[in-house]
């Protein structure tokens, strides 16, 4: 194999074009044995291998310093520099992550895992470079789907004003996760279709220079363009169009399901973790379909990721005009759902709790000073959802919880979910934002409640004394096993309750609690700074009563093993059992 | 007066051409006799009063809808639809807040005063009308300093996908604040001195019909446009070019200065509340312009707001290649910064606290997640801040200071304040923000620390028994009097502590406090939820300690006066120590 004699970019260099396009095939054998395994970004990694082998060509990394977006693209990049053993030796799956990391190489300068960040963050490295004195290119790498995001937005806009060497090469490969949605996207057809040459330039008209490659998976006309914009003094694109799955037939057709694959099988294309069962994204879709079918008025919004509520290709044909899907663009959707309320519709915005992130203004201005009745469905907030550092779901409780007037809900079972959503868009005084629940679809037979608008009122579903349980969402079953190991032990049956808003404290039922209890434990599936339990130990701060506040701790956790986690932050039954006994 | 006789839009409907423009001599002299005695938005509002009168006379508000970006330029809108009194009698003055707000009228369709949010809303309006089968037609305008902040980009993309009626006004008036940053500045000027028929289009590169009106202060020009365009069955930009601060001559041409202003001499446009006196704008610019002298790699960043920090004109040419002015573009700008920390450099990105609300998802994925040296200096962060709805500094401690890996300090002087941002820029450990002080320039001669770099060590500056109050930053006074006054009228002198970091707890110190001590009182300046004393609240929560946590309560306050929200939060001194004796 060439690549045994690959073991930084420095040893491609030497290659002839003939030795590079063999070079690409030996390294989609070691894609196709690490996804077909494990999993991962299959659609993004196969389309950009070419154009990894043409810049390692090209530029001379770590000098020359690569920058890539979202980074779900960079595999190739990691097996030539250095971590090809990842990708080829399945007992070093481990050793990589799914994303660029700076501590796995010096060919890697950020760990980055949202969308939409390369062109800003490789703009510093320009500026520095340059207040330094320092020379090299900086080259930033952005997929078309991403160009939609407002921080690509604006460090596109801004790169103009750097004028020094800056190359973005944009990976086109018409599509972002699902379809792409935003009217550059024409412009991107436009120039596709008019080789480049089309004069109105979404990036000329941005003030940056232009160059085009019309085939973005020919290592030849990739070195061409790049080689031309080597060393030059002004920000550049270079604008690739790239085949998504290229080299595997069910990835070049199915880019959708292929953006992203569990483990499958080779031969076949079989998925090795169909899943099956119940799950929330299909109840959600559901749910929601048939609520949209009996009100016009109602209308849910993603953005980016359908399939995070269930909305696959045919669900969103079946949905039509009361489904939109604003691409990476979470911005927007959020201060178009407040418009949408305002003008008397019912919107549903459903995404990731890690992407909400983008959305802390919109979510503040554009929707809860405004007070207008949209619903946010706050998708795996939960130590049992993504585990990469750059996806955790851990900080919603803290960003969220704490803007005024949102209401923000808790569920602990499938029918409260339900519930509280039927509630939610049905409602039209409040700003709502639902966590979904993550554990696992749990059923509960205890009656749920249909009227949510008298607000902070807790829910006691145990009534017991001396030690009163309050668990939230997703960490109600905790709650229930606390409740369960504490009566087996000590005989003294303690009260459980359900929150069911962290927004706010039930003053009443709190101030009740002091008479018969003496213990008080919460329980929340996030990080406990800022979060839910720190209000009840706010409000008990003078009183006799003994707060336990569990939850996890302030951290950037990275590729985590659940019961691991749990068990670090003392949030086992038998573990909080010892802690206040 | 033309005026006596418009009590709604209705009645400029049968003026002719001399008339409106007549009206609009009218509408200027009710916008001087306000802004020259209570300040305000001038430029902004001088601009738009033609387009203003071409819109309500074209349009039918409110089954039309408008939606004013930022809303700085709607005192127009307002003085046409019945609040005129707002701007004509003084004592009227307080019956209309500075931006458009539903609760004074059914005009208005939003609280609006963060930029760049007018094309999402309104594009909700949109969408909820289709869905609705109703009529109307929707109107976003925004300026075109508000075109390149992410939400706005985000926005123009989606708008073209709507496919209904809906028509963006962009207002050129070639400036933002100030002068405008970004590459896109380059293509509105091809298009403004091409007469709108240059090829290369940003709105057409968008998917957008387009319009251009060459002067839009010409209220003939306007009508026809924008009846043109009224009625149409796609999304379509007016493009329209006006002089900002039109009919006032300073405003004309000190068109930073005149952007807001205090109240000014009519007669000779003097400030009347000029200010002088030490500011932390001054001392901050003073600082950094003197850290950037001496070190290369020290880069200033503001958005679009460079006078927070005390960047006028003349010293932003003095700090040259080291001041970077990104526009409105709060994301672009921390992840710019993280790049340039990364890349060796030693930026220092300031803007307001209600802005850095545009940038928690930069702040934790950009820069915390890769823990690098970058300086945030967070303005305005106070209850003695800006106290408009939309501008408020209150809520950026849950916001920030539960992000992990984030050093946030708060200072309770001077001289701590300038020690820690020369402790922040020289170090390279840490993400650091600093709240800057905003209740007045203390100064104190209590010998400050020039390394933090061993994090959550509060200081205690006043060793005492029995009660501990934790002041943190600007409520520190309050701590000072609070003790004063325990000592006065108990004889017992508490120990009083500075804590320094927002952003974690001093478990040795709090653990030491037991010892000798039974109450605890906290006091930050921002609301309680998600803040400081929670995280105090929640050490001692088990254990004897009384704690007592005083800030704001969490609600959105609009136009207030400082000491009815500290009397209403309990944060005098007397009260305090009545709540605790």
Redesign the interface.
Known sequence: MLLDNIQSPADIKSLDTAQLTALAAEIRTGLMNRLSKRGGHFGPNFGFVEATIALHYVFDSPRDKF?FDVSHQCYTHKILTGRKAAFFDDDAFGSVSGYTN?AESEHD??????TS?SV?????????????GESGNVIAVIGDGSL????A?????????LGSNFIIVVNDNDMSIAEN???????LKALRESGGTC????F?????DYRFVADGNDIASLIEAFSAVKDTDHPTVVHICTQKGKGYAPAETERESWHWHNPFDLETGEDLWPGGGENYGDLTCEFLLNKMQQD??V?TMVAAVPVCIGFTEDKRRLAG??F?D??I?E??AV???????????K?VFATHASFF??T???I???L???SNPATLLVNTASVYGMYD??HLGL?DI??M?????LVYLAPTSCEEYFAMLDWSIEQDQYPVAIRMPCNGVVHSDHPVATDYSELNRYEITQQGAKIAILALGDFYQIGEQLAALITEKTGIAPTLIDPRYITGTDDVLLTQLKKDHSVVVTLEDG?????F???I??F???AEM????YGLK???LDRYAVEDVLLANHLTPQQIYDD?F
């Open positions: 920058v700076p300068f950020f760990n980055v895992g949202h960040t800003s963050l490789a703009s510093g490295l320009v500026k520095s470079r340059d207040l330094q939609s995001g407002g921080e937005l604006e460090g596109l806009d801004f790169a103009a004003e949605h935003g009217g550059l996207y024409g412009n004069e109105c330039n979404l000329r008209a941005l003030g940056l016009k008025r209308v005009a009361q939109i604003v691409g663009a911005e927007h201060a178009m759902a407040s418009g949408i309320a305002k003008g008397g519709g919107p992130q983008r802390y203004d919109q503040s201005q554009d809860c000073i405004n550092i750059t900080f803290p960003m919880a704490n803007i005024p007037n990080i406990l700074d800022g979060g339990g720190e209000k130990a706010r008990y701060g003078a003994q707060v336990y506040n302030k951290e950037f206040i």
